[in-house]
């Protein structure tokens, strides 16, 4: 499967930005999905994952009751709602997918990756 993740993007703290990834190849409702991000100078980190049905989720704390992800499996596409965003949030965003059973948040059990998107927030 091939991803592409676009809805970056230069947001005031406070602001909202929501993130999409669409999916193309392989039958998109096969794959669990998940959002991950990488601030310069630090590691790649799990943000939220969503199951194939989309009724199982999975959040980083960092994040919980600000984003919310989900997805349109009749549009190939998995979306990361991002509110209250802070500075902090600043990084690249990535979208990934796995066929495991379970919705994982290690980045090394996802086999497929997004090219990433630029959010920053500024203060």
């Known amino acids: 499967v091939q991803l592409q993740a676009f809805g970056g993007g230069l947001v005031q703290a406070g602001g909202s930005l929501r993130l999409s990834c669409a999916a193309s190849?392989?039958?998109?409702?096969?794959?669990?999905m998940g959002w991950f991000r990488q601030a310069p100078g630090k590691e790649r980190e799990f943000v939220a994952a969503i199951s194939r049905s989309g009724a199982s989720t999975n959040y980083a704390d960092h994040v919980k009751g600000r984003f919310t992800i989900s997805r349109d499996n009749a549009k190939n596409t998995v979306y990361l709602q991002m509110n209250s965003l802070k500075p902090e949030d600043t990084a690249v965003y990535y979208c990934?997918?796995?066929?495991?059973?379970?919705?994982?948040?290690?980045?090394?059990?996802?086999?497929?990756w997004g090219q990433g998107t630029q959010v920053t927030v500024s203060s």
């Open positions: 190849g392989r039958t998109f409702s096969s794959y669990n």
């Open positions: 990934a997918a796995h066929s495991r059973l379970q919705v994982v948040v290690d980045a090394r059990q996802y086999d497929y």
